[in-house]
């Protein structure tokens, strides 16, 4: 693990920055990509992610310092330091795709035909995202009595809070599956039945697998919202469960609407 790869001079270049960086430049390639293949011009994508980006990377800094608000209250300036971790996936999915969903309608586009198009490389960038947060040490495990166990650096957050412990890889078990979910969608988008069907999958398939990560994942007492007896749930895993409900229900929404001949509309 390296939280640093490596020196430009005196400025250090930070793994988990240079790997959520790839991730947006390969999801805004793939995307182009498939618009190209399609009757959207690969130019809006440019515009979108300038949009995309920004939001996403707020939206999802303010939801990790919101649940962690206790520690950032006493370091303020410490809110601003995202490039040592600190990025909550749920909080950046979801501005990210509302700004998304804003910009396509704003350029009078159907936002969920849009929403399709992008939404394989949403999957693809949570895995390389992920690498990053391999090498940085956060988002890490439980400690991992098998034999794949990760030994986390001493100067990482990880190696920190748990020295010489063998530790479940989580970031990596996240990052296979969201690898997973990129062909899946692929796969699915020849003969998907309705606009929209590939982002709600997406978001219906993050949910599951992350809600069954979170068991296995390192988490503070403040990041725990339901324990009764032996089972407890995470934020996480409760916002996944009404991520799920909403995904499900615009499903039937946009099946219906698909289905009564509506599905060209640039609106909800």
Known sequence: MRPVLFQLGALPIRSYGLLIAVAFMVGIWIARRRAANSS???DIIIDLSLIVILVSIVGARLAYVFVRWDYYQLDLLGILRIWEGGLALYGGMVAGTLAGLWFFRRRGIDMWA??????PSLAMGVAIGRIGCFLNGCCYGKVCEHPWGVVFSENSIAGMHYPGAHLHPT????SFLALVVFFVLLAVDRRKPFEGFLLWLFVILLSAYRFLIDPIRQYGTESIALESGPIALTNNQLFGLGLVLLSVGFMVYLS???ASGRGDSSGP
């Open 40 to 42: 959207y011009d690969p």
């Open 114 to 119: 849009g929403a399709d198009l992008v939404a």
């Open 171 to 174: 970031q990596l078990y996240e």
């Open 256 to 258: 219906r609407r698909s």
